[in-house]
């Protein structure tokens, strides 16, 4: 069946340190999505990919970074200059622009 | 930038009873989409409307575009419907504005 995986579910991170989660589609989307969820709150679009190594910042993007290197493939990295990472992430695609999205599962991000 | 409310922020049903949530923005939108996250925070797309009415078993839902509003209706409410329920406009160039969600309890 076709669809979104995200890995991990949970994942800790000690201050100072950069992790990696990832999000695997085999839908055929070109395009990608990389959202975060605090508690009781909606999503706000972190980075955003229309086509292979092409990708744009979201409302908040600042302390991520991503790359598309192949179509089925979108990674966020959170880096140590993300002062608040605690949340909920979520990775999306679309077949284009106008939503229609998938969303995988989620990883929740844990500051330790 | 265009703004999404949703109402009521929270809502506690008991099984079987009929509800409606509701989506107001504040500008023109291109599309309209309705997602139901369930507890384990998974999100599902339960309609794509950018007008007029659409069903789907016991949930249907409504957009009045020129009057910039959307409504999802749950009849008969069971209690896997509980879960946080997401207005979301697409405003063109890539970007979705998702409203902060109804919460929805359902007792058995």
């Known amino acids: 069946d076709g669809g979104i995986t995200q890995s991990p579910k949970y994942l800790f991170r000690k201050e100072g340190q950069n992790v990696t989660l990832s999000c695997e589609q085999n839908?055929?989307?070109?395009?990608m999505y990389w959202y975060r969820q605090d508690p009781g709150q909606g999503l706000r679009l972190i980075y955003y990919?229309?086509?292979?190594?092409?990708?744009q910042k979201g409302d908040i993007a600042e302390g991520y970074s991503v790359s598309r290197e192949k179509k089925e493939s979108f990674p966020l990295t959170v880096t140590s200059a993300q002062k608040n990472p605690t949340a909920f992430y979520l990775c999306?695609?679309?077949?284009?622009?106008?939503?229609?999205?998938?969303f995988g599962s989620g990883t929740r991000l844990t500051v330790v | 930038g265009i703004q999404v409310e949703q109402s009521p922020p929270d809502l506690i049903l008991q099984e079987g009873a009929n509800s409606t949530l509701r989506c107001n923005f504040s500008?023109?939108?291109?599309?309209l989409q309705w997602f139901h996250q369930n507890p384990w925070g998974q999100l599902i797309n339960l309609f794509y409307?950018?007008?007029g009415t659409k069903q789907n078993g016991r949930l249907s839902a409504t957009t009045v575009a020129t009057e910039r509003y959307s409504l999802l209706y749950i009849s008969s409410s069971q209690t896997t419907d509980s879960g946080v329920y997401f207005c979301?406009?697409?405003?063109?160039?890539?970007?979705?504005?998702f409203g902060a969600g109804t919460r929805l309890f359902v007792k058995a």
């Open positions: 999306a695609s679309s077949r284009g622009e106008a939503g229609g999205y998938t």
């Open positions: 500008d023109s939108v291109n599309n």
């Open positions: 979301a406009v697409y405003t063109g160039g890539f970007k979705t504005i």
């Open positions: 839908l055929n989307h070109d395009a």
């Open positions: 409307i950018p007008s």
């Open positions: 990919s229309q086509i292979v190594n092409d990708f």
